[in-house]
Structure formats: C-alpha cells, structure tokens
C-alpha cells in the first residue's frame, strides 16, 4: 500500500505525466472515484482519483478527496501534501481547511493544525463543526481553557453536536468534575445512543466515583456496538477488578491488549492485576511494553516501577520512577512512590521528606468525606518550630499500624514546648492513647476538636521526619503504651495457667489494603504452630478472618472475642509470651508494648520492615521472619516452627502483674 501511494505522491509532482484527455473522461472518472469512495473501497477510489490527476495534475476536487483517501489509508504525510496543494488552487475552502486541520492533528503538528482551523472559524464562524475541531486541536495542547471555550462555542451554535458534547465531558473528567461528565456524556447519549465515546466516558466516570455496577451495563453497551473495542474490554476489565473478580479481569484486559496492542491503559491494568497476583516478571514485560508505545505515560513507568520493586530490584524500580518524575515533575504520586522505595532503603531523612507527599498523591478528594479533610487546608499546620505553650492537635491520616507507629511521638512534644497535646484518631484506639504520656486530650476522629480549641495541628505521619527520626536513631521509647495493671490480671485470669508458651495469632489484616491477599494467611497455614504440644495458640484475630478460627479447636477465641477496642487488645497481648503476626496493626501494637513479637513479613516487604535482616528499628522486641521471592508461606512457617522448639514457657513470674505500668497507675479510663 506504501508503494501504490508513493507513486501516486510523485504523479502530483508533476513525475510520469499522461497525455492530457478529455474533460469528460475527467468528470466520468472523478464520478466513478466517488462511487467507490462512497462504498468505502478505499484503493479503487484512489485507483480513480489517480486517473484524474493524470488528466489534471492541479484538480481541486480530486487533490481534495485523495488527501482524505490517504488519510484514511493510513498515509497522513502524503494526504497532508494533497491538502496542501487543493488549498494552493482554493486557498479559503473551508472543507479543504477543516480536514488539513485533522490529518495535521493526526500528525502531531498542531502549530499548523491549529493555524488552519483558526482560518475556519473566520471564514464561516457560524461553522461549530470547526469551533469542535479547533478544540480537539488545542485540547491535545494541554490548552483546557481555550479547548473548553471552543467546544461551548459549538454547543452553543448547535447543542446537539454529538463530538462537542463527547470533548466536553472529557474535558470535565480529566479534570475531575465527574458530575460535568457525567452530564455531558448523558446528553451526547440522548442526542446518540449508538456513540461508543460517550459510553465508555460514562462508564469510566461511574467506575471512578466507586460505582462499577452502574458502570458495566456501560461498557457490556460499548461491546455490543463494537465488540472489539479496546476501549470496552479495558473498561470492563476495571469493572471486574472493582468487583474483585480478578481473573475476569485479566481475561478482558488481555483481549484488549490483543486487539489493539499499543492500548497503553489496558496494558498498564494488567500490569496492576499481574502484580497483584505476585507474577512480577509478567507485570514488567506489560508495563515496558507500554513505555515502549508510550514513552510519556507516566502510568507505564510506575506499574513498570512496581513490578521491579516487588522483585527486590529497589534501584531498578527507582530509575524507572525517575523516568516517570523526569515526564511529571510536580506528579505528587511518583515522590511519594519514590519515598517509600528510599524509606525501604532506609533512607529515612530523605524519605520521610518526599513522603509529604502522600496527600495528594492519594488525591485530596479521596478524604472528601472525612472530617479531617478541612485539616488538608488549613494554614496552621506545625513544620517543626518551637511550640512555645502552643496547643497542638495530632491527627491520625492512615491505618491502625501506622497510628500506633507514630504514637511513640506523643510524649516528646511537650519537649518541643507545647502547652497542651491534642491527639485525634480511630474509635477502637481512644482508651489506649489516653494513657500515652504527654497527652492531655484524645478525642475520636470523626469529632474533631472546633478549630478555636488549639492553635496548630500535624498529622500523625509527619511525626518522623519532625523529630529527626534516623533508621540508626528513632526517638521515643519503647515501650510507650501501657495497660492498667487490673487489666492486665484480669487477662490473665481468663486464659488460666496452662504451664504452656502462650502465643497470640494475627494472620489476617484489613481487606481494604490492595495487597492484602499478599500479606494475609490463611489460619490453615498455621497448623505446624498449631500442633506444637507446648504451644497455647491464642486467637488476636479481629474482622473477617477470624471465622477461620472455628475450624481449629485448639485455637482460644474467647478472650479475644470479649475485647472491645485496643486497650483490651493490649491487655490480652500482656497476658502472651509471643506475639506472631502478619504486617498488621497487632504487630505494632506488641511491639509498642514491648511483648516479644514475630513479624511474618512478605517477601516484596513494607517500607518501614526494609529489605534485610531479623531486627526492626521501630521495636526492640521484634524479630522478622522474610518470605523469600517465590517462597509459599509454609516455608515461613516451617522456620517459625523451628525456633519455636527452642522458645519454651518462662518459669512462673514472682510478681502478681508483668503490666509496664507502676501499680499506682491501677486505674480504667473511659
């Protein structure tokens, strides 16, 4: 095909000309091209239209119509010149100029594009095909505003122009407005039930404000319009993936990539999907891919960036992500991505500084419905000066683990000079951090404190980098949560002494994670452990996974069952010799109680566990048992199982309490 319309290129140089003809063998044969053209025989119109230029080199209609013959033909450069030389016959004809205008747009010329388009608009202002153009034009250009103001002067010349309606909700979308999107693509649809665009923007638009059923009746339309839409099977695949149905969703995601292998999106969900299920080496290949079609989609970079991570390649996984900054420096999501590979590094002072990030890497609509989210945008939040008698608030921002982490900062603002210490976090925890020195006030933090009640705030997180935290030299000490010493006893009085090791079980975190199903165990896993004889295996297990517990006898629920919050949870893990657990907040909460504790941590890890070694710099108590790559969870459990031999019940304490607080401290807070 290249060939047939180079040589058609070199006819309208003027190269090989035929003897001039008749002009009715000229209008027969212009004639006989558009019939073709109209049958959408693309090779014998322009088999037509070349027998024209043969006749007339200089024919306007025929240079008109073999420019969008080789447009559509895939030969943009040589339609552009077509274009060009009909509009050096009729320099102000709109069509000519209008689809000039597309093939340049097509070619990434948009200088040019945009030049001939705004020719259009002042030749026929009244034209809103071409106002829709312009925009597209300009809308490539980043240009939103400009674009924005072309597609409503279209609308607003004929509010039922299917394309300006479609470029407007995409607009609206981009920018987040789903309501506008949403809006403008249900009128486009009202105009035209049968236009893919508008579907697969509505569907889009439903998926990202969390309503994938709506959103699948969307693209199942989308599929049935065009069944191999690209578009629609990647659309249905988020669909899938929201609905937790994985493997449907990389069916469709692979079927989109077949059909359209440059489809950069659906390539980067499945990336996401292989990742998920631990297949790294695939995940990349998917992910380089894309950046091989893409090179600016900052999206390829980073799932690119994932995969390697989680393979252990934490340099690799960091250049791809400065790959990503180098497209986007302000992409907040790329620093704080980046922060957590150098905070896995232990890299904290520069770690804990990009991770500053992570509020509107999270994208700040996301705490929309939270009551801190007024906090996001308020100006008196503490970078780390002298507090001079100030009242401040700490805000938690993120999980039960990472609250309990940073709580061991608390005590240490008084330090800093502040006057009254204000500590705002989940229901479940406010009995516990009543007890943590150096605070004077906890409230929950779904009831936050009137802003005239203190005078700065910080959120939880930020604590580290505040106070200078090193991964040699973490201030605070351990342990920093306590237990009223009645609590405590009355715990132990419930499990009965045994003369067994009596260990606490957490195998399963919060489903909200997206790597859950990488950290959490099956209780089933446990059953080495389970059947030591001089092991007690107590449940510690709140949520969902708890239920497993009913299929081993030998695992104790009943005090767990009877705990309410935290503070009772603390109680329990006192009354423990062991703590063994998977990345969630019950290991941190031994570990900030001081209870030996045993971290099951998966093998791509957690930023703040790092990348080698037994021990945590954040709990003196821990030991770390590491998943190694491709390592199944018995393997883990088997090492557990063999340092468990050697770990046998301590011998009868000669104090009534092992509590870390003094027993004046005998006191319930409510």
Same mark, same amino acid.
């Given at each position: ?312 390649? +934490? ?78 608030? +700490? ?8 609250? &309990?982490?940073?709580?061991?900062? &608390?005590? &240490? ?126 449940? &510690? ?14 695992? %104790? ?108 401290? %005998?006191?319930?807070?409510?």
């Amino acid at each position: 095909m290249g060939g047939f319309f180079s040589r058609v290129s070199a006819r309208l140089r003027g190269e090989d000309a035929a003897p001039a003809r008749p002009a009715q063998d000229v209008d027969a044969s212009f004639a006989a091209a558009m019939t073709e053209y109209r049958a959408g025989r693309l090779p014998a119109a322009a088999s037509g239209l070349r027998s024209v230029l043969d006749i007339q080199p200089e024919h306007f209609d025929a240079l008109h119509m073999m420019g969008v013959v080789l447009h559509q033909s895939g030969d943009s450069e040589a339609a552009a010149d077509c274009l060009q030389r009909a509009l050096g016959r009729q320099p102000d004809d709109v069509a000519a100029l209008n689809n000039l205008g597309l093939v340049l747009l097509s070619l990434r010329r948009f200088a040019e594009a945009e030049s001939a388009l705004r020719r259009v608009t002042l030749l026929k202002p009244d034209g809103d095909r071409a106002w829709n153009n312009l925009g597209v034009v300009l809308q490539a250009q980043a240009r939103h505003a400009e674009a924005g103001t072309c597609f409503a002067q279209a609308l607003a010349l004929n509010p039922a122009n299917v394309d300006a309606l479609v470029n407007r909700a995409n607009l609206a979308k981009d920018a987040g407005d789903h309501a506008s999107a949403e809006e403008g693509y249900r009128r486009a649809l009202a105009v035209d039930d049968h236009r893919v665009e508008a579907w697969v923007g509505l569907g889009q638009v439903l998926h990202a404000i969390g309503r994938p059923d709506a959103a699948a009746p969307c693209f199942a339309r989308v599929l049935d319009l065009r069944p191999d839409s690209a578009a629609g099977l990647n659309g249905m695949g988020l669909v899938h993936r929201a609905q937790g149905d994985m493997a449907a969703a990389e069916r469709s995601f692979r079927r989109a990539c077949e059909v359209d292998r440059s489809q950069v999106e659906a390539l980067c969900n499945l990336a996401r999907v292989l990742n998920a299920d631990a297949r790294w080496e695939e995940a990349e290949h998917c992910g380089q891919h894309a950046a091989s079609v893409r090179p600016d989609s900052l999206d390829a970079w980073r799932v690119t960036a994932a995969a390697q991570r989680a393979s252990g390649r +934490v340099h690799e996984a960091e250049a791809s992500l400065r790959r990503a900054l180098a497209l986007a420096p302000e992409s907040a999501a790329v620093q704080y991505e980046i922060a957590t590979l150098q905070l896995l590094r232990n890299d904290y002072p520069q770690g804990f500084a990009l991770f500053e990030h992570r509020f509107d890497a999270a994208a700040r609509t996301a705490w929309a419905a939270s009551s801190r989210a007024t906090l996001l945008n308020d100006g008196r939040r503490w970078r780390g000066a002298d507090l001079a008698g100030a009242r401040i608030l +700490v805000w938690s921002e993120q999980g039960f683990g990472d609250t &309990l982490m940073a709580m061991r900062f &608390l005590p &240490l603002l008084k330090g800093r000079g502040a006057g009254e210490v204000l500590f705002a976090c989940e229901r479940p925890l406010v009995r516990l951090a009543e007890r943590v020195d150096g605070v004077d006030l906890v409230v929950r933090d779904d009831a936050l404190p009137e802003p005239g009640r203190f005078d700065c705030h910080v959120p939880a997180m930020s604590l580290p980098l505040l106070f200078g935290a090193t991964h040699d030299a973490i201030p605070g000490k351990v342990p920093y949560l306590r237990v009223p010493p009645s609590g405590a006893e009355a715990m132990r009085a419930r499990l009965g002494e045994t003369g067994k090791l009596g260990v606490g079980l957490a195998w399963a975190g919060s489903t909200t994670l997206q790597d859950d199903a990488r950290r959490s165990i099956p209780l089933a896993t446990f059953a080495p452990v389970l059947t030591l004889p001089h092991v007690r295996a107590v449940s &510690l297990q709140k949520g969902p996974g708890s239920a497993q517990a009913a299929a081993w006898p030998g695992v %104790d629920t009943d005090a767990i069952d009877g705990c309410q919050d935290f503070l009772d949870t603390a109680a329990l893990v006192l009354a423990l010799d062991l703590v063994i657990s998977v990345d969630t907040a019950v290991a941190h909460l031994a570990g900030a109680l001081g209870v030996p504790v045993w971290l099951l941590n998966r093998s791509e890890s957690e930023w703040r566990w790092g990348l080698e070694g037994e021990s945590s710099a954040w709990y003196p108590t821990m030991r770390i048992f590491r998943q190694g790559r491709g390592e199944p969870w018995s393997g883990v459990l088997g090492r557990v199982v063999v340092a468990l031999q050697g770990h046998r019940p301590p011998a009868p304490a000669c104090t009534a309490s092992n509590s870390v607080v003094p027993p004046n401290e %005998d006191r319930e807070s409510g």
